[in-house]
C-alpha cells in the first residue's frame, strides 16, 4: 500500500472561487495522487485549474470543520500557483497536475510538487489530534458501516481524548460527535452535511 498523507487541499473553479476539503494525498514516487469521488467540487476544479494547494496543519478543526459544514477557515494566495493555501498552516505544498488517470468513481490526478513552504514550527505528535483525523474519516462513512462497528471504534478513540486532548481537539470532537449523533438519531440532513 502506498503512503498517504491526510491534509487540507484547496483547489479553485474557472472563475477563481476557491474550494476547501480534506484528503489523502497518495504518495507516488517523488509525485503525489490526488483522487476525488465523483461528484465533487475537488474534481470540477482540478478539471477546470490544474493546481492544487496542500496545507498542512495541526489544527484539526479544519478538518472536522469541512465535514461538519464548517468550511469557512482563511486563506491566502498561494506563492505560484493559482490558488490559495490555509493562512494558519505549518506547511504548504503546491501542486501541478501532470495527468489525469480516468475512473468511473474515483480519478487520480498525478501531480508533482511545484513549491513548498514553512510557515510555523511543528509542535509534535498529539494523540488527540489523531483520534480526531480518525472520527473525521469515519463521520464520512457512517452509512457504510455497522453500527456495532461505529461504537466500538468510538470507545477506542475516546479513550485519546479524555486523556490528551486540548481545548481545539475537544471542539473539533463535539463537532463530529454531533454529526454522529445526527445520524444515529436518523437525522439524515445533518449527518451527511459536508
Ligand atoms: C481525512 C480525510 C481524508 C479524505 N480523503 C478523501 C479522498 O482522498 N478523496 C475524496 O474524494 N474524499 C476524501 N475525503 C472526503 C472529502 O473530504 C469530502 O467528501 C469532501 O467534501 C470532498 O467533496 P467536495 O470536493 O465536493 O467538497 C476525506 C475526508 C477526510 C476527513
Not at 465535514?67 to 505544498?93: C, E, F
Request: net charge neutral.
Amino acid at each position: 500500500m502506498p503512503r498517504i498523507v491526510e491534509t487540507i487541499v484547496t483547489t479553485t473553479d474557472a472563475a477563481g472561487t476557491p474550494h476547501i476539503a480534506p484528503l489523502g494525498l497518495i504518495e507516488d514516487g517523488d509525485g503525489w495522487i490526488i483522487a476525488p469521488f465523483k461528484p465533487s467540487r475537488t474534481l470540477d476544479n482540478l478539471t477546470a485549474n490544474p493546481y492544487a494547494v496542500a496545507s498542512h496543519t495541526g489544527d484539526v478543526r479544519v478538518i472536522a470543520g469541512c465535514v461538519t459544514g464548517r468550511r469557512n477557515w482563511p486563506t491566502v494566495p498561494a506563492d505560484i500557483v493559482n490558488g490559495v493555501r490555509l493562512r494558519d498552516t505549518v506547511s504548504h505544498w503546491e501542486l501541478a497536475v501532470e495527468r489525469v488517470t480516468d475512473d468511473a468513481q474515483r480519478p487520480r490526478f498525478h501531480c508533482k510538487i511545484v513549491h513548498t513552504a514553512s510557515h510555523a514550527v511543528w509542535s509534535g505528535y498529539n494523540r488527540a489530534e489523531a483520534a480526531v483525523l480518525e472520527l473525521a474519516v469515519l463521520s464520512t462513512r457512517l452509512a457504510m458501516l455497522p453500527p456495532e462497528k461505529i461504537d466500538a471504534e468510538l470507545k477506542y478513540l475516546e479513550i485519546a481524548i479524555s486523556k490528551t486532548a486540548g481545548p481545539r481537539e475537544l471542539e473539533a470532537w463535539g463537532w463530529l460527535m454531533d454529526r454522529v449523533n445526527a445520524f444515529r438519531s436518523g437525522d439524515a440532513d445533518a449527518a451527511r452535511k459536508k
